[in-house]
T-cell receptor
Framework: KAGVTQTPRYLIKTRGQQVTLSCSPI?????VSWYQQTPGQGLQFLFE???????NKGNFPGRFSGRQFSNSRSEMNVSTLELGDSALYLC?????????????FGPGTRLLVL | KQEVTQIPAALSVPEGENLVLNCSFT??????LQWFRQDPGKGLTSLLL?????REQTSGRLNASLDKSSGRSTLYIAASQPGDSATYLC????????????FGKGTKLSVKP
């Protein structure tokens, strides 16, 4: 069974640009969550999608947005990039919203904002 | 507000040693607690998941315990190997509808040959 895949793996952007990251969950998983990882703040929750609906949202500005498609693939978008957005962006998939099961993480997209 | 703390932040041990990593959380209302491993620049690999009703879980040389009432979990690694070198992250899934994982900052483990 293929794991969680994220594309692209690496990205370099400049301040003010926007970026879209993609996440394909494990087949059969309907929940996708996004996290930002930085050396200073560690792993912080961005948002969670289940069956194309955003269920939870973390404490990030409106420049961060996401969506989920009918095949459970998810994208997140960051507009008007800032230097502080440089981070490893991880997505995780799970089978259900019962919160009883393991979440599986992808390899991440490393974003560098210059 | 749920907070997760991991101590120590870094640990260096000789190969073959048994070791314990600690995780504490401030709110005992959790669905479960999960231990992950992260290699440099990589994603997270799930090691063990302990439900709130369980006291421990074992997988190979790893054993994780959970004491929900005191807000503590430990990850025990037996007979450590250089390949165990990585950052170990503890995460809790809070109870209620906010089901996202809340992570500690991790313990960076180095096992010297």
């Amino acid at each position: 069974k293929a794991g969680v895949t994220q594309t692209p793996r690496y990205l370099i952007k400049t301040r003010g640009q926007q970026v879209t990251l993609s996440c394909s969950p494990i087949s059969g998983h309907r929940s996708v969550s996004w996290y930002q990882q930085t050396p200073g703040q560690g792993l912080q929750f961005l948002f969670e999608y289940f069956s194309e609906t955003q269920r939870n949202k973390g404490n990030f500005p409106g420049r961060f947005s996401g969506r989920q498609f009918s095949n459970s693939r998810s994208e997140m978008n960051v507009s008007t990039l800032e230097l502080g957005d440089s981070a490893l962006y991880l997505c995780a998939s799970g089978r259900d919203r019962g919160y009883q099961e393991t979440q599986y993480f992808g390899p991440g997209t490393r974003l560098l904002v210059l | 507000k749920q907070e997760v703390t991991q101590i120590p932040a870094a640990l260096s041990v000789p190969e073959g040693e048994n070791l314990v990593l600690n995780c504490s959380f401030t709110d005992s209302a959790i669905y479960n607690l999960q231990w992950f491993r992260q290699d440099p620049g990589k994603g997270l690999t799930s090691l063990l998941l302990i439900q709130s009703s369980q006291r421990e879980q074992t997988s190979g040389r790893l054993n994780a315990s959970l004491d929900k009432s005191s807000g503590r979990s430990t990850l025990y690694i037996a007979a450590s190997q250089p390949g165990d070198s990585a950052t170990y992250l503890c995460a809790v899934r809070p109870g209620g509808s906010q089901g996202n994982l809340i992570f500690g900052k991790g313990t960076k483990l180095s096992v010297k040959p």
